[in-house]
């Protein structure tokens, strides 16, 4: 009953999100090592919560 009241949606082409920079990459790998260290619980993948990015870039500013 429904499929005879739908109308197609308007196509629209999927935004491709860029791989991170190998400069990027090796940052974020940088974080999450030092997250570590500190007992930090950090995956491995995704993004990294604000918080600890902001500890680690506070505590590099300290040294």
Do not use: K, M
Request: net charge positive; with cysteine.
């Amino acid at each position: 009953p429904f499929v005879s009241a739908a109308r197609l949606a308007p196509a629209r082409p999927s935004e491709a999100q860029a791989a991170a920079p190998a400069q990027c990459r090796q940052r974020t790998a940088e974080i999450r090592a030092w997250a570590r260290a500190r007992g930090e619980r950090v995956n491995g993948r995704g993004r990294i919560p604000r918080a600890v990015v902001d500890a680690y870039h506070a505590a590099r500013q300290h040294r």
